[in-house]
């Protein structure tokens, strides 16, 4: 799978998430219940057919409500996209449970019981 590529000194959420579109990840995703929803289709994808390619963090100039996150995506089905959050105090709960779930199945893939790649 290709992966996004770096985007140095991006300053602004929407600036990145420009980037990203012309990358082809055009694709709109939201956390739901039972994992994350495209916005175009409204197929729900679960933990284990998302793979977080990339992810950026942004803080507000002068107002620390505007942190937010963009996380970068692929679906197992070939879709790219891009899914929005807050983060701190204002980050959606369901988005942080797909997250953690996600990472914990890519750690999975990624080590053998050993602790070594595989």
Do not use: W
């Not at 219940?33 to 057919?49: C, M, R």
């Amino acid at each position: 799978m290709a992966h996004a590529a770096p985007i140095p000194q991006m300053k602004t959420l929407n600036a990145c998430l420009d980037k990203m579109v012309e990358q082809g990840y055009v694709e709109n995703f939201r956390a739901a219940e039972g994992g994350l929803q495209s916005f175009d289709s409204d197929k729900i994808y679960g933990a284990k057919d998302i793979n977080i390619v990339n992810f950026y963090r942004f803080e507000g100039i002068s107002n620390p409500d505007d942190n937010s996150v963009l996380y970068v995506i692929e679906t197992s089905d070939g879709k790219k996209g891009t899914l929005i959050d807050a983060y701190g105090a204002y980050a959606d709960p369901e988005v942080a449970k797909l997250i953690v779930e996600v990472e914990e199945i890519q750690k999975q893939k990624d080590f053998s019981p050993g602790g070594r790649p595989k």
